[in-house]
Nanobody, 126 residues
Framework: QVQLVESGGGLVQAGGSLRLSCTPS????????MAWFRQAQGRERDLVAG??????YYAESVKGRFTISRDNAKNTVYLQMNSLKAEDTAVYYC?????????????????????WGKGTLVTVSS
């Protein structure tokens, strides 16, 4: 059974940076699209960023501030978050999905995810 283990969340002031990491245990997920979702209190879980090979996707709200990357040697996916805002406060979830290459990352939803992490809390104070 694959588990996605996240780390890197915490409390940061507005304008600061954090880097989240996600490492699958049990197997490598080189053929999977890897993504980060987030869920603020009382809201739905939304796609933030995704990566498949050299292709990346970002939600409009984080474009230019967040960077998703993948280190295949370390079997780890990262989400570098800069210029954080109070509205970025949420639980961030790592996700993995087998997805046909002709289907855009942007259309990923929670329903199609094969594996989830348990989530890591990011709190941005204003």
């Amino acid at each position: 059974q694959v588990q996605l283990v996240e780390s890197g969340g915490g409390l940061v002031q507005a304008g600061g940076s954090l880097r989240l990491s996600c490492t699958p245990s049990g197997r490598t997920l080189s053929n999977y699209v890897m993504a980060w979702f987030r869920q603020a209190q009382g809201r739905e879980r939304d796609l933030v960023a995704g990566i498949r090979g050299g292709t990346t996707y970002y939600a409009e709200s984080v474009k230019g501030r967040f960077t998703i990357s993948r280190d295949n040697a370390k079997n780890t996916v990262y989400l570098q978050m800069n210029s954080l805002k109070a509205e970025d406060t949420a639980v961030y979830y790592c996700a993995a999905e087998i997805r046909s290459p002709d289907i855009p990352i942007a259309t990923m939803t929670t329903d199609g995810i094969d594996y989830w992490g348990k989530g890591t809390l990011v709190t941005v104070s204003s």
